[in-house]
């Protein structure tokens, strides 16, 4: 209903504005330019906020605020209307649907967030970017399993970190998944015991990085820097067998995508990013007292 409204209102604001481009990509997705004299520019960097809403609230009344946020993103600032995103610059000129992407740590920071809104959004989303990419199978996809024997699972490709007091998660991912990044900082929260799992759901260059961290000196500090965009340095010799292993076990059991978490104690299965207290509740009274 949000978006809907939101949709009405930029093409009854087409009507009275200078200039107006909106595309509607496949999918669902909307994407474009929109520009707009809204107001004039903020006083001072204390009024850009109120300044921003109040744009907002002249041209789009039916679109409600849920969040904004003006830091981090080069100087627009991301709007929140309850499952909507779009952004808008700090003079309020000019509103922005589309996605944005950080060039220097290559994450999709659109996508990131549409996923904290919308997490069911994930497994569809990574199986259509399976099925394009070079290393895609030919045969169906194997539908996932609610539940996996934990046990068969080798200790040569897991890497431990987190909370060492806390409830085990078992975490399957690849180094170049942006949700397995953020994923990081909400298993940091949750004060979990942390262990991951990598597999190459981006083909061979996620397969080289996973291969450097697994053989690296310290695999722990290794992998939070692959996900920071370092390739970390491997050791000469290293048995990867591991690494295989988590393959043919996530491809068994339907894993095609990534973020998937594992409950340690029953072998309960949980995909896509997830917030902190989503862990929590997924992990049930092993987590109680976690911040």
Not at 164 to 182: A, E, H, T
Request: net charge positive.
């Amino acid at each position: 209903m949000i978006f809907s409204n939101f949709k009405t209102e930029i093409r009854s604001f087409k009507s009275r504005a200078a200039a107006i481009t909106l595309a509607v990509a496949s999918g669902g997705m909307v994407s474009g330019l929109v520009a707009a004299s809204f107001i004039s520019a903020p006083a001072n960097a204390a009024a850009v906020l109120e300044d921003v809403r109040t744009a907002i609230a002249l041209r789009l009344p039916k679109t409600p605020i849920t969040s904004l946020t003006c830091k981090g993103f080069g100087g627009l600032c991301e709007v929140v209307s309850e499952k909507t995103l779009f952004y808008i610059d700090e003079r309020a000129r000019y509103l922005f649907v589309g996605r944005l992407y950080d060039m220097e740590s290559r994450a999709d920071l659109t996508a990131a967030k549409l996923l904290e809104l919308n997490p069911q959004l994930l497994v569809a989303g990574s199986a259509r970017a399976n099925d394009s990419g070079p290393t895609a199978s030919k045969q169906p996809a194997k539908e996932r399993a609610s539940k996996v024997p934990v046990a068969d699972l080798k200790p040569l490709g897991a890497i431990h970190w987190g909370a060492k007091s806390g409830p085990k998660l078992i975490v399957f991912s690849d180094f170049n998944c942006s949700y397995c990044k953020r994923l990081t900082a909400e298993l940091k929260k949750a004060r979990v015991r942390v262990e991951e799992r990598p597999i190459s759901i981006f083909g061979e260059k996620s397969r080289r990085l996973a291969e450097a961290v697994i053989c690296s000196r310290d695999p722990a500090k290794a992998l939070h820097q692959a996900y920071s965009g370092e390739t970390p340095k491997p050791q000469k010799s290293c048995d990867t067998s591991g690494l295989d292993a988590n393959e043919a076990f996530a491809s068994s059991h339907g894993f095609s995508g990534t973020p998937v978490m594992v409950r340690a104690s029953d072998g309960a299965v949980l995909e896509g990013y997830r917030s902190a207290a989503e862990i929590r509740a997924f992990l049930g009274s092993n987590a109680k007292g976690a911040k």
